[in-house]
């Protein structure tokens, strides 16, 4: 039997690394608290009044955000927000998706706001919407995926953590495809340090979530591959979040991760 082995931690390649300092800060950084301000849900009584709503805010999500149209961005989105929280969903279901596929461009301009408590109204929003539409929202995963792991690279701490927990709720109520894993593996040998850290978490949450079907569609071995990067990446935060989702991994594929002997901080392969 071969061994091969690879280093994934060392005391004086950690001292000269250029990511280490920022890493930390944004490991240390906590996002706001979910709930900024009162969110009591909205309740409509019928399907006109919902659909006279959607059609108020369109005109405020429309063009480039300026001083004249910010204010009523912001309010629109915390509205959408109690909105998601009453009864739009159970009983209008039909409008209230075309009504928020309607505004999903605005929102995502929203969300990538300057302003970072609009911002943040921004992502939670699609948080929120994730929660509650679950699998309705699967034919605009991609395009959210691609905003919102951008913004994880962000240089602004607070920007970047809702990146990233609004990345790990989406994965974790979306239907999974191998879309899902190709999107994180592209982020863990992302040229900034803030996507590769936080892929291994995306990565628990994808084993956790959709367990069954990484290992039915061929997932695995993109899985593996991934998690073979993150733990010989050079930033140590890095390799600290790849071996906690080493360990989800071997814990759900026990055969595939006896082929992985974690010793402190060296990986031997066995196979």
């Not at 849900?41 to 405020?60: A, G, K, S, V």
């Not at 390799?239 to 991760?257: D, I, K, L, T, V």
Request: proline letters at 4%; aromatic letters at 8%.
């Amino acid at each position: 039997m071969k061994t091969s082995t690879t280093s994934i931690a060392t005391t004086s390649a950690d001292s000269f690394n250029p990511d280490t300092g920022f890493a930390d800060s944004m490991m240390s950084e906590a996002p706001p608290p979910i709930e900024v301000v009162p969110m009591d849900p909205i309740y409509l009584h019928t399907q006109r009044e919902l659909d006279e709503i959607f059609r108020e805010m369109t005109p405020h999500f429309e063009g480039r955000e300026t001083e004249q149209n910010w204010l009523a961005r912001d309010k629109s989105t915390l509205k959408l927000r109690r909105i998601t929280k009453g009864n739009a969903l159970s009983e209008f279901h039909g409008a209230f998706i075309s009504g928020v596929k309607s505004l999903l461009d605005g929102i995502l301009k929203v969300a990538n706001s300057l302003r970072t408590t609009m911002s943040t109204n921004g992502c939670q929003l699609i948080q929120e919407l994730a929660r509650t539409l679950g699998s309705a929202m699967d034919p605009w995963t991609e395009i959210l995926l691609q905003n919102f792991i951008k913004m994880c690279a962000a240089t602004k701490n607070i920007a970047a953590q809702n990146g990233n927990t609004t990345v790990d709720t989406i994965f974790s109520n979306v239907s999974y495809n191998s879309r899902l894993l190709q999107h994180v593996s592209f982020a863990s040998q992302d040229k900034n340090v803030q996507p590769r850290i936080f892929s291994s978490g995306w990565l628990k949450t994808l084993i956790k979530k959709h367990r069954s079907h990484i290992e039915h569609s061929g997932g695995l071995e993109l899985v593996e591959k991934t998690l073979k990067k993150g733990l010989a990446d050079a930033n140590p935060k890095v390799r600290e979040g790849s071996r906690a989702a080493y360990w989800m991994f071997a814990q759900a594929w026990p055969q595939r991760g006896e082929a992985y002997v974690c010793i402190t901080d060296v990986c031997i392969n066995t196979n």
